[in-house]
């Protein structure tokens, strides 16, 4: 894996990348004045556009849901990115090589770039021979799965001859090496030499959180097939099936607008429930839900204790009731305190997996499993109490003794004591006698890892919190016109702006930390370094008042600037002549004191002056 991308190379495709452009794939946007534009913001519905994006400051910044940040911001949230990837995507967009610290990422990057050219062709192939006469069997067991030819191709699903060499027949006479394709896991080694590693078998492509395809997994469609039902494409440069989820491209948009995902074990569980409105849902490649998989889970999800929508995100698991699904589900369960989010478990009926609900019930029916969905603390604790004989004091006994093993790892105190309740009910006790039993547990239990920590910060200030008072709407506005509009606002001017007096303490937390980068006034990455100084609670401020418009006419947002920054000056030119009077009338008339107060004053008038002749 390579090493940390370089700061600079950061800092510079950043520079080259326009914030409109990218943006601008994904939202609509209109001139909103001189260097700003608008359009309906993509992280939350909306009517009327308070999304805003300033290209010559490069941030974005939504006035409805509060979302707002640089260009890779935007990419990490929107298309659900680490950072590093982030950065790549951007970098490949403009046409940058990145360097990494351990100086290894080019030859990396073209491996990893040609590994994902051998799964991009290899999966048109496959599309492309499912509708072969050969491809028979594969359509009916498609069809048989309740899925015609729209929903084969919305998925991308194909076909793999039941041939030893057509897909790396296919594919060397398209220009790549037999090393390449035993590196993308697409044919295997042997002892009579190479072979394709899926041959007669139902295709789906495996594609990350990107789009790109990484992978395959293949089902068997003939008992002649000795190999495994499900295959998978092993372990590659560009594939790790504990770190992907089948259908999270398709997914992603929708679990992020609902805070919602929905958690299956198939690759045609994840196709029915899309096909049955239920677009929510992935599924795990060939193993187990497990820890690995959880940030990729909170990422695409905002599973964050702070996030700008407090609203709690669900994940809801589908667990087959057989022993399989019993260890998937205490699995889940060990790991379920990661999320920030709820956990809820839903358990289709009598044994079905969630594509023969689909085929045997409906679509309806299919939505009401994940309708019905249960607290994933109720599922556990009524299924360690299942099979126990409720009906005898040792059997109850017992039930409690094991129930009280999952309510102790219940971190929160008021979802602790609402289970108290409810287990004291279902088991006919009084819920003191659960307490008491309970406090004994939690006594002896070892300490658990528990939900994601709230830490205790200040809160968010944000640019709604100013006052309308005419005093703090000058200062605001000449600071907005500073990070704005630099190139309209001469050095000099600005200088005086910065030395002049702010009443507002948030203001003038921002006039210093303008100061702390003065040197860089102007230059690209202004507002980056601005922000860069800010108190973290105040990194928001910064960035909405680095969007949002000033209050003049597309054609006038310079002049208003000049203007604004002039009754800044002017005030505190007041301020100063006020101050000067007040000593002036304290001093004696002819000493040298008074003549220099006087001198002071002819100043400042003769600079309010200039200004308004200016201006």
């Known amino acids: 894996m390579a090493g940390r991308i370089r700061r600079t190379d950061i800092d510079e495709v950043r520079q080259r990348v326009n914030i409109a452009d990218v943006v601008g794939d994904y939202v609509t946007l209109k001139s909103a004045g001189v260097g700003s534009m608008k359009g309906l913001c993509p992280f939350h519905d909306e009517r009327s556009p308070s999304f805003h994006v300033r290209p010559q400051a490069g941030f974005y910044h939504c006035f409805g849901c509060g979302e707002g940040g640089d260009v890779y911001t935007f990419i990490q949230k929107l298309d659900a990115l680490s950072f590093t990837e982030a950065v790549e995507r951007l970098a490949a967009r403009v046409g940058f090589t990145l360097s990494y610290e351990d100086g290894v990422a080019v030859e990396d990057g073209q491996k990893r770039s040609r590994l994902l050219q051998v799964n991009k062709e290899a999966e048109e192939f496959f599309r492309a021979q499912i509708h072969t006469p050969a491809a028979e069997a594969g359509r009916a067991f498609l069809a048989q799965k309740g899925f015609d030819q729209l929903a084969a191709e919305r998925f991308g699903v194909g076909y793999a001859p039941d041939s030893f060499d057509a897909l790396s027949t296919h594919l060397t006479a398209k220009g790549f090496t037999i090393p390449e394709l035993v590196d993308a896991g697409v044919v295997s080694k042997g002892e009579r030499g190479v072979y394709d590693r899926f041959r007669g078998r139902v295709?789906?492509?495996?594609?990350?959180?990107?789009?790109?395809?990484?992978?395959?997994?293949?089902?068997?469609?003939?008992?002649?097939?000795?190999?495994?039902?499900?295959?998978?494409?092993?372990?590659?440069?560009?594939?790790?099936?504990?770190?992907?989820?089948?259908?999270?491209?398709?997914?992603?948009?929708?679990?992020?607008?609902?805070?919602?995902?929905?958690?299956?074990?198939?690759?045609?569980?994840?196709?029915?429930?899309?096909?049955?409105?239920?677009?929510?849902?992935?599924?795990?490649?060939?193993?187990?839900?497990?820890?690995?998989?959880?940030?990729?889970?909170?990422?695409?999800?905002?599973?964050?204790?702070?996030?700008?929508?407090?609203?709690?995100?669900?994940?809801?698991?589908?667990?087959?009731?057989?022993?399989?699904?019993?260890?998937?589900?205490?699995?889940?369960?060990?790991?379920?305190?990661?999320?920030?989010?709820?956990?809820?478990?839903?358990?289709?009926?009598?044994?079905?997996?969630?594509?023969?609900?689909?085929?045997?019930?409906?679509?309806?029916?299919?939505?009401?499993?994940?309708?019905?969905?249960?607290?994933?603390?109720?599922?556990?604790?009524?299924?360690?109490?299942?099979?126990?004989?409720?009906?005898?004091?040792?059997?109850?006994?017992?039930?409690?003794?094991?129930?009280?093993?999952?309510?102790?790892?219940?971190?929160?105190?008021?979802?602790?004591?609402?289970?108290?309740?409810?287990?004291?009910?279902?088991?006919?006790?009084?819920?003191?006698?659960?307490?008491?039993?309970?406090?004994?547990?939690?006594?002896?239990?070892?300490?658990?890892?528990?939900?994601?920590?709230?830490?205790?910060?200040?809160?968010?200030?944000?640019?709604?919190?100013?006052?309308?008072?005419?005093?703090?709407?000058?200062?605001?506005?000449?600071?907005?016109?500073?990070?704005?509009?630099?190139?309209?606002?001469?050095?000099?001017?600005?200088?005086?702006?910065?030395?002049a007096h702010f009443s507002h303490g948030a203001l003038a937390l921002v006039r210093d930390a303008i100061l702390a980068v003065f040197d860089h006034y102007g230059e690209s990455g202004w507002v980056g370094r601005v922000q860069a100084e800010i108190p973290n609670t105040l990194q928001v401020f910064v960035q909405q008042m680095a969007v949002h418009p000033l209050p003049e006419r597309d054609d006038e947002a310079g002049r208003y600037a000049l203007g604004v920054t002039a009754t800044l000056l002017d005030k505190d030119l007041l301020r100063r002549k006020g101050q000067l009077l007040s000593s002036l009338q304290r001093s004696v008339a002819g000493s040298d004191e008074y003549a220099a107060l006087q001198r002071q004053l002819v100043e400042i008038e003769t600079t309010r002056r200039a200004l308004r002749e200016g201006d």
Not at 207 to 221: C, E, I, M, S, Y
Not at 301 to 328: C, M, W, Y
Request: aromatic content about 6%; charged content about 25%.
């Open 203 to 499: 295709i789906w492509p495996i594609r990350d959180v990107t789009g790109q395809t990484v992978g395959f997994g293949a089902r068997r469609l003939s008992d002649d097939d000795k190999g495994p039902k499900y295959l998978n494409t092993p372990e590659t440069a560009v594939y790790h099936k504990s770190k992907v989820l089948y259908g999270l491209d398709l997914a992603k948009r929708q679990i992020a607008k609902k805070h919602q995902v929905v958690i299956v074990e198939g690759y045609t569980d994840v196709m029915a429930c899309h096909l049955a409105g239920i677009d929510t849902a992935v599924a795990t490649c060939g193993t187990a839900f497990g820890a690995d998989h959880i940030p990729l889970v909170r990422r695409v999800l905002g599973d964050s204790e702070h996030s700008v929508d407090q609203s709690r995100g669900e994940v809801i698991f589908t667990f087959d009731p057989d022993e399989a699904g019993q260890k998937a589900a205490s699995k889940a369960f060990a790991d379920q305190g990661k999320f920030a989010a709820q956990t809820y478990v839903a358990v289709p009926p009598e044994g079905l997996d969630p594509c023969d609900v689909r085929i045997e019930r409906g679509d309806a029916a299919l939505r009401d499993v994940i309708d019905s969905r249960r607290p994933m603390y109720e599922f556990m604790i009524k299924r360690v109490m299942d099979g126990m004989d409720l009906n005898t004091v040792e059997g109850r006994a017992h039930a409690l003794r094991q129930a009280l093993q999952v309510v102790a790892t219940i971190r929160d105190g008021i979802v602790r004591q609402g289970y108290v309740r409810e287990l004291a009910g279902w088991l006919g006790m009084e819920p003191a006698e659960v307490s008491r039993e309970l406090q004994q547990t939690s006594r002896k239990a070892p300490a658990t890892a528990g939900p994601v920590a709230v830490s205790e910060e200040a809160p968010i200030y944000q640019l709604g919190s100013l006052s309308n008072d005419p005093v703090t709407v000058i200062e605001r506005d000449a600071l907005m016109a500073l990070l704005q509009h630099p190139e309209v606002i001469p050095l000099e001017r600005a200088i005086l702006v910065l030395q």
